[in-house]
């Protein structure tokens, strides 16, 4: 791995690794700042390209800012800003469930955040918290953008069924569905819980047993949620029509003695054959 990216950016320590590249803390040696590098896999460039872009689409504190694309021997690399702090995945792992007033804070941190994601014409596709920053200074950040859907930049929805996390990812992408905004707030209802219960709503230890779970929007026992219940399981509602939107959902949050928030009756989704 060299350790001068673009001849501009020095890199300093690997930030974390996924399916579709790695994240490394780098020195701007040009500006003098600290950024975060994103090396696409090789094959990449046009995945690189539309992350870039649909993170790049939305302005708002609680998304990360995309800086640059740079190409290194061919290879692209996607420039972020360095963000402080864990993610809700380590900070879960390590401290265990946070308190129902953090959580709230957290869910509505992310409620705006998707509010601007999804008005910039984008779906995110992979909200989890593993991409959920919790910086030093309070900030909540939708992070990674790798499978994001925009249409304003993709040529077509996905074909390959779903993309992401079994455990957090909504009963219609299973079915193959085109992505919607309603997509990220199925998810945001699973990382609620996850926040709040510790533990994953839907995560069975089994693949097939997950994806039954995730279809059928049947999470595992409430424990820990207290008034954060209605909202979560407003948000866990398999058909999308009948799921909360923002709207719904920040009321329900910001006023946690509501028990139920009125949702338009529609049939349920027809089955089909999950795509593994």
């Not at 200074?137 to 499978?147: A, E, K, N, Q, S």
Request: proline residues 8%; contains cysteine.
């Amino acid at each position: 791995m060299r350790t001068l990216v673009a001849g501009r950016y020095r890199l300093r320590s690997l930030l974390g690794r996924g399916g579709m590249g790695s994240v490394w803390l780098a020195e701007d040696e040009l500006l003098g700042r600290l950024v975060a590098l994103k090396h696409v896999e090789r094959g990449g460039q046009a995945r690189a390209l539309a992350e870039a872009r649909a993170a790049a689409s939305v302005e708002h504190p609680g998304v990360v800012r995309v800086l640059d694309l740079v190409r290194d021997g061919g290879e692209p690399w996607i420039v972020l800003e360095a963000l402080t702090g864990r993610t809700l995945a380590d900070v879960l792992a390590t401290d265990g469930p946070l308190p129902v007033a953090e959580v709230r804070r957290i869910g509505l941190r992310l409620l705006d955040a998707l509010e601007a994601v999804h008005r910039a014409g984008v779906v995110h596709r992979d909200l989890k918290p593993g991409n959920v920053q919790l910086t030093h200074d309070g900030r909540v950040v939708l992070i990674d953008f790798g499978i994001a859907y925009c249409p304003a930049y993709d040529e077509g929805p996905p074909d390959d069924g779903f993309a992401g996390s079994p455990a957090y990812v909504s009963p219609e992408q299973l079915h193959g569905a085109r992505p919607e905004p309603a997509s990220d707030l199925f998810t945001l209802g699973a990382t609620l819980y996850a926040a709040v219960e510790g533990r994953s709503p839907f995560d069975r230890g089994d693949l097939f047993a997950t994806m039954l779970a995730v279809t059928e929007a049947d999470p595992a026992p409430f424990r820990l949620a207290g008034p954060l219940r209605p909202v979560i399981e407003g948000l866990l509602t398999a058909c999308p029509d009948r799921r909360f939107s923002v709207a719904q959902a920040r009321e329900a949050l910001v006023t946690p003695t509501v028990t139920s928030v009125k949702r338009p009756m529609s049939p349920a989704p027809p089955a089909s054959m999950i795509k593994a």
